[in-house]
């Protein structure tokens, strides 16, 4: 969401900024990341520090909207595009996984869950900085 805010920040221009956001969400996929298992929020939800990583996650995405929100909506809507993709696992868990049942498959599973060839605990190093970085250049935009 970070990232997708501050490429519609930067860009200023929706009809590329906000398909730039969307695509963005992939690029990040494709960095390291933290995680325990590609895609799986059953081995996730074993984990306590997932839950830690959650609530900040909750956290920064509140301060988020706040922050962007009063801004315009080209920004709001960046973020957006940039975290859409990700709605497939929640549903993908709440609705198949749960209840001991696999999800289906399609091309757009295959690839999300390919290109997340580093989702790791110790990858929470890189999401932190990365969101420190994010957060202070959307700070000096914003404040410009
Ligand atoms: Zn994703």
Redesign the pocket.
Known sequence: MLAGSFIAIAVKQPLLALPLAAAS??IL?ALPHFGYRRGSYTEMFKHRLAYVVSAFDVIGVLLLCLTVLSQNWIIFAGALLAAL??IS?PYRYYYYERHGHLPPESAYTRF?YKI?WCERPWALIIEALFFVALFMLIGRYIAA
């Open positions: 969400h992939f996929d993709p990700d696992w999300h997340q």
